[in-house]
């Protein structure tokens, strides 16, 4: 699921790399030639790459959706707020922040249209795993109501009452 994370990184990278090229590349006192660009527009990439790797953004599957978003839109937020503190350092004076808001505005959407999109082609692609239920005494009613939750990731196939003391066969239920 490599091209997952690139696809993520090279939008908010694409996203940032327009306001970078429309905005704040020029309105920089004492601007870069075109390395210095790329250099910034690479180290926004790598911060975002690392923070949304580092709280989960890229477990499309093994997480619901929501925590896959809010994953990503905390590391946005972070390296947001880092880039815009480098601009300023870089200028040497604050310059306006509308440019980068205007670039969150637009990568929250990204984020939001990516990880359903993600997501869905994720579980149109692995099927839900087939469980089998065995059970002594009492029908398992609370367990099987808690796989059916998920039913996107597992689905109950059956449910097989075993007693103690006899031997089963389960060759036929594969």
């Not at 696809?7 to 920089?28: D, K, Q």
């Not at 005494?137 to 075993?162: C, H, Q």
Request: glycine share 6%.
């Amino acid at each position: 699921m490599f091209f997952v994370r690139r696809s993520i990184i090279v939008l908010m990278g694409g996203c940032f790399t327009a306001a970078w090229a429309l905005y704040y590349g020029n309105a920089i006192s004492n601007p870069f030639f075109r390395k210095g660009n790329w250099v910034v527009i690479l180290i926004y990439m790598l911060m975002f790459y690392f923070l949304s790797n580092f709280y989960g953004g890229y477990r499309i599957g093994s997480q619901k959706i929501t925590d896959t978003v809010y994953s990503n839109l905390l590391s946005l937020f972070i390296v947001n707020i880092i880039t815009y503190f480098q601009i300023t350092l870089i200028n040497r004076w604050f310059l306006n922040a509308g440019p980068l808001l205007v670039a969150t505005a637009a990568q929250i959407c990204i984020i939001f249209v990516w990880s359903l999109a993600v997501t869905r082609f994720y579980f149109r692609i692995f099927d839900p795993v087939s469980l089998i239920c065995l059970y002594g005494g009492r029908y398992p009613d609370d367990t099987i109501s808690r796989f059916n939750i998920l039913a996107d990731k597992f689905k109950v196939v059956d449910a097989i009452e075993i007693t103690s003391g006899e031997k089963y066969d389960y060759s036929h239920l594969t």
